[in-house]
C-alpha cells in the first residue's frame, strides 16, 4: 500500500511537471513541445487527477476535447479500476 501511494506521488508530480513545461514552450516559438501522446500517457499511469488540476489551473489544453473530455474519463476508469482492485480481489488487504 505504501508503495502505490509512493508511486502515485511521483507520477502525480511528473504529470504537473511535464503540464508546465509545455505550458512554457508553447509561449515560445519554435520551442519543442511535449507530444500529447506522452501527457495522455502519464495521465493514464496515474497522473490524471493531478494534470487534470494542474491544465485548469495554468489553462493548458483546456480547449482541446481531447484533453477536457479525455482525461475525467480516463479517472473514471481508474476509479473504477481501483474499486475493482479493492472490493472484488481485496488487492490491498483491506477486506
Do not use: C, N
Not at 15 to 26: R, Y
Not at 73 to 82: D, K, P, S
Amino acid at each position: 500500500m505504501k508503495y502505490a501511494i509512493v508511486y502515485l506521488l511521483v507520477i502525480s508530480l511528473a504529470a504537473v511537471i511535464v503540464t508546465i513545461a509545455d505550458k512554457k514552450a508553447a509561449k515560445i516559438q519554435g520551442a519543442r513541445r511535449v507530444p500529447e501522446k506522452t501527457l495522455l500517457l502519464l495521465s493514464a499511469l496515474g497522473g490524471s487527477v493531478a494534470m487534470f488540476i494542474t491544465m485548469k489551473w495554468i489553462r493548458h489544453k483546456t480547449q482541446h476535447v481531447k484533453f477536457m473530455l479525455g482525461i475525467p474519463l480516463i479517472i473514471i476508469a481508474q476509479v473504477g479500476i481501483l474499486y475493482y482492485l479493492i472490493f472484488h480481489l481485496d488487492v490491498f488487504g483491506w477486506m
